[in-house]
């Protein structure tokens, strides 16, 4: 079965500073997906970013962008410029394909504050 | 596009009452639907995957008759908590899959349960 683990459930970054939040995951799958998603205070499950397995280059979506590390099985998302809209709970997931059934797994996430 | 509605938002309720909550895609046709419960600052735990006009499938551990699913259209899911408890107060959120936007899931606002 699929894991991912956010080992991190809080932290902390300065308005306008740049702060990194680590994932990794475990699959047996050569193909797959990997997503961050951000759920703000009132609770809307944003996708922030999305990556493909089989793409080497690593996305990115402004000042979003991950770090993708296949063989280590890391997806880490990097915020640049950092900004009090950044905070949120942020959620690593993993989904095997693009099947209708197909499920997200979803890390536990972890709480990112933005201190002015 | 792309919009996802829960109904209602928010529901209090007496312990041993019924309580259905709707699930709508409202630009697009969902063939798939899945439903999450969410406790506060923990992660999205699936709870079930419904398609049209078929049966949902449930997670282990997820007692079916406890939460009816049912989804009847391709814009419209609904879980019905039946005879609620105390225990059941959290936040129910659901997500819609339909082949547009490479592929996604697009979650609803989500609502949260009270039962008193």
């Known amino acids: 079965a699929q894991t991912v683990t956010q080992s991190q459930p809080e932290m902390s970054v300065q308005e306008a500073e740049t702060v990194t939040l680590s994932c990794t995951y475990d699959t047996s799958e050569s193909d797959y997906y990997l997503f961050w998603y951000k759920q703000p205070p009132s609770r809307q499950m944003i996708l922030v970013i999305r990556q493909e397995a089989y793409k080497q280059q690593n996305a990115t979506e402004n000042r979003f962008s991950v770090n993708f590390q296949k063989a280590a099985k890391s997806f880490s998302l990097k915020i640049s410029d950092s900004q009090l809209g950044d905070a949120a709970m942020y959620f690593c997931?993993?989904?095997?394909?693009?099947?209708?059934?197909?499920?997200?797994?979803f890390g536990k996430g972890i709480t990112l504050s933005v201190r002015p | 596009g792309a919009v996802v509605s829960q109904h209602p938002s928010r529901v209090i309720c007496k312990s041993g009452t019924s309580v259905k909550i709707e699930c709508r895609s409202l630009?697009?046709?969902?063939?798939?639907m899945f439903w999450y419960r969410q406790f506060p600052k923990q992660s999205l735990m699936l709870m079930a995957t419904?398609?049209?006009?078929?049966?949902?499938?449930?997670e282990q551990g997820v007692e079916k008759d406890k939460f009816l699913i049912n989804h009847a259209s391709l814009t419209l899911s609904t879980l019905t908590v039946t005879s609620a408890h105390p225990e059941d107060s959290s936040f129910y959120i659901c997500?819609?899959?339909?082949?547009?936007?490479?592929?996604?899931?697009?979650f609803g606002p989500g609502t949260r349960l009270t039962v008193l």
């Open positions: 419904s398609n049209e006009g078929s049966k949902a499938t449930y």
């Open positions: 630009d697009f046709q969902a063939t798939t």
């Open positions: 997500s819609a899959y339909g082949q547009i936007h490479n592929n996604e899931q697009f």
């Open positions: 997931a993993y989904r095997r394909d693009t099947g209708a059934n197909s499920k997200l797994t």
